[in-house]
């Protein structure tokens, strides 16, 4: 059985692979030619591989490490929980994410990667060994800021006891240099050990950023010709925030600073008005549409119908797993398709369910730019295919394969994933990863982290309460505005 996903159908076929690519989908039993290999796929669902557009590699060693955080807290305690990793340490967590991407049927990712405290070649030749080492395709950005969550907030700083103020001011950066120079260094000569191993850039949050950095950023972008991705309107204090500091909304900000185009990619995009979605649509920006990590995070519910109405190209993330816990992307897809039922109160504008297995990968490959050779089972296309196992319950019996793949798939069902017509997870087993070693490899490396990063941790623990009551004081006026 072979999914169409811009029809949102399947049907028996044959499927022709020629070196990396599907030469041929044809009526069953006319294929092969003589001499091909032969799978026999018959009790087997294919599917594109899925495209994970928004995920971050070095929070891939993070689960289980907050509860009730808002965005504001996350970002917070993000220090503690990736600093002082090794370049051994950085290929280890993106082995374990890879893996663990390329089980639940991920063939293609990108990857907003951070280094503290800053990015470096190795750090991003370690995470690109970790993909190739898996086989899955990725595009790595080296994620950077110039401006600390205290210092994007106004009034968080203000609202810290002056011996925590003063520590604060120790978090702020010499300037966007140093940055910029380690990107430019990176991107120089970048190589990978495979081809499918590409590069972009992420300046973190606009507000994050300095309007100069931002620039220079787009400008390294440009003359590297790189895509770039960013944070865009996540949480509803950033809304604010911006109206603060630029009189403006991001997007009209952004806008003004001549940086949205079709290389650009925002993620989340909660918060954002009618007019902010069309000149988002006008100047071709595309959108990583994180379901799961909003509700996970309490952002908010984005306005997925209203972006696909524009013809925004809408791919979906898993975000990383200190805000999503897991990498599963058919959880992410069903989560996109199941919020947008309660966002939309007419019930003919929610998600269907095609459109949203159509946006977990050709829409993907459009974010990419890749949608001539991604996101299809068609002659041409890469052959990147998922097989899912017909005999798993969620299957049984098999009424609609699409709404079965959207609303029952959990991953358990993925048998085979195929990168390029090679195997990469063979009967629910990623090749050639020992997952039992992994696991004790990270404990050890978690060990040496906690006790390390101890003293960052107890940090964030006496600042949680002062930047919980700042984010209470400030969520549900900024809310009512918006929403007014």
Same mark, same amino acid.
């Given at each position: *059985?072979?999914?169409?996903?811009?029809?949102?159908?399947?049907?028996?076929?044959?499927?022709?692979?020629?070196?990396?690519?599907?030469?041929?989908?044809?009526?069953?039993?006319?294929?092969?030619?003589?001499?091909?290999?032969?799978?026999?796929?018959?009790?087997?669902?294919?599917?594109?591989?899925?495209?994970?557009?928004?995920?971050?590699?070095?929070?891939?060693?993070?689960?289980?490490?907050?509860?009730?955080?808002?965005?504001?807290?996350?970002?917070?305690? =993000?220090?503690?929980?990736?600093?002082?990793?090794?370049?051994?340490?950085?290929?280890?967590?993106?082995?374990?994410?890879?893996?663990?991407?390329?089980?639940?049927?991920?063939?293609?990712?990108?990857?907003?990667?951070?280094?503290?405290?800053?990015?470096?070649?190795?750090?991003? =030749?370690?995470?690109?060994?970790?993909?190739?080492?898996?086989?899955?395709?990725?595009?790595?950005?080296?994620?950077?800021?110039?401006?600390?969550?205290?210092?994007?907030?106004?009034?968080?700083?203000?609202?810290?006891?002056?011996? *925590?103020?003063?520590?604060?001011?120790?978090?702020?950066?010499?300037?966007?240099?140093?940055?910029?120079?380690?990107?430019?260094?990176?991107?120089?000569?970048?190589?990978?050990?495979?081809?499918?191993?590409?590069?972009?850039?992420?300046?973190?949050?606009?507000?994050?950023?300095?309007?100069?950095?931002?620039?220079?950023?787009?400008?390294?972008?440009?003359?590297?010709?790189?895509?770039?991705?960013?944070?865009?309107?996540?949480?509803?204090?950033?809304?604010?925030?911006?109206?603060?500091?630029?009189?403006?909304?991001?997007?009209?900000?952004?806008?003004?600073?001549?940086?949205?185009?079709?290389?650009?990619?925002?993620?989340?995009?909660?918060?954002?008005?009618?007019?902010?979605?069309?000149?988002?649509?006008?100047?071709?920006?595309?959108?990583?549409?994180?379901?799961?990590?909003?509700?996970?995070?309490?952002?908010?519910?984005?306005?997925?119908?209203?972006?696909?109405?524009?013809?925004?190209?809408?791919?979906?993330?898993?975000?990383?797993?200190?805000?999503?816990?897991?990498?599963?992307?058919?959880?992410?897809?069903?989560?996109?398709?199941?919020?947008?039922?309660?966002?939309?109160?007419?019930?003919?504008?929610?998600?269907?369910?095609?459109?949203?297995?159509?946006?977990?990968?050709?829409?993907?490959?459009?974010?990419?730019?890749?949608?001539?050779?991604?996101?299809?089972?068609?002659?041409?296309?890469?052959?990147?295919?998922?097989?899912?196992?017909?005999?798993?319950?969620?299957?049984?019996?098999?009424?609609?394969?699409?709404?079965?793949?959207?609303?029952?798939?959990?991953?358990? =069902?993925?048998?085979?994933?195929?990168?390029?017509?090679?195997?990469?997870?063979?009967?629910?087993?990623?090749?050639?990863?020992?997952?039992?070693?992994?696991?004790?490899?990270?404990?050890?490396?978690?060990?040496?982290?906690?006790?390390?990063?101890?003293?960052?941790?107890?940090?964030?623990?006496?600042?949680?309460?002062?930047?919980?009551?700042?984010?209470?004081?400030?969520?549900?006026?900024?809310?009512?505005?918006?929403?007014?």
């Amino acid at each position: *059985m072979v999914v169409n996903v811009d029809q949102g159908t399947s049907r028996r076929a044959d499927v022709l692979i020629a070196q990396d690519r599907i030469e041929a989908v044809a009526a069953p039993d006319t294929l092969p030619p003589e001499g091909c290999e032969v799978l026999d796929m018959s009790e087997r669902l294919l599917i594109p591989g899925l495209i994970n557009v928004h995920t971050h590699g070095h929070g891939f060693f993070n689960k289980g490490l907050g509860d009730r955080w808002p965005l504001e807290l996350l970002l917070a305690a =993000g220090a503690w929980m990736s600093s002082g990793r090794t370049t051994q340490d950085k290929e280890l967590v993106g082995l374990l994410g890879a893996a663990e991407l390329a089980a639940k049927g991920t063939t293609t990712c990108y990857d907003l990667f951070l280094e503290l405290p800053l990015p470096t070649r190795d750090g991003m =030749g370690a995470l690109a060994s970790a993909y190739s080492k898996v086989g899955i395709r990725a595009v790595i950005a080296p994620m950077v800021s110039d401006i600390t969550l205290y210092d994007a907030l106004p009034g968080l700083a203000h609202g810290l006891p002056p011996k *925590m103020r003063a520590a604060v001011e120790g978090f702020r950066t010499a300037g966007y240099g140093a940055a910029l120079e380690a990107c430019r260094e990176i991107l120089k000569d970048w190589s990978s050990t495979a081809d499918d191993i590409q590069v972009a850039l992420a300046p973190a949050i606009p507000l994050h950023c300095s309007d100069a950095f931002l620039v220079e950023l787009d400008r390294l972008a440009r003359e590297f010709h790189l895509g770039i991705h960013t944070h865009l309107a996540e949480s509803s204090l950033q809304v604010s925030a911006a109206r603060l500091r630029y009189g403006a909304s991001l997007v009209e900000h952004l806008e003004k600073l001549r940086l949205l185009d079709r290389r650009f990619t925002v993620a989340h995009a909660v918060w954002l008005s009618e007019g902010d979605l069309t000149m988002l649509a006008d100047r071709g920006v595309s959108i990583a549409h994180n379901a799961g990590s909003n509700l996970r995070l309490g952002a908010g519910i984005a306005r997925a119908r209203d972006m696909l109405d524009r013809g925004i190209a809408v791919g979906i993330g898993t975000d990383t797993c200190s805000c999503s816990d897991h990498l599963n992307m058919f959880e992410a897809i069903r989560c996109a398709c199941s919020v947008s039922r309660v966002r939309e109160r007419d019930h003919g504008r929610w998600l269907t369910a095609r459109e949203a297995l159509f946006a977990g990968t050709v829409g993907g490959a459009r974010v990419l730019g890749r949608d001539h050779e991604l996101g299809r089972i068609a002659p041409g296309y890469l052959a990147d295919i998922v097989s899912l196992d017909l005999n798993r319950p969620q299957y049984i019996p098999l009424n609609d394969a699409v709404l079965q793949i959207v609303f029952a798939e959990d991953g358990t =069902g993925v048998d085979r994933v195929m990168v390029g017509g090679r195997d990469i997870v063979r009967d629910g087993r990623v090749i050639g990863i020992d997952l039992r070693q992994l696991r004790e490899r990270a404990s050890e490396t978690q060990a040496r982290l906690k006790a390390a990063n101890e003293p960052l941790r107890q940090f964030f623990l006496r600042a949680e309460p002062h930047i919980s009551a700042f984010y209470r004081s400030q969520v549900t006026g900024a809310a009512n505005s918006l929403e007014g």
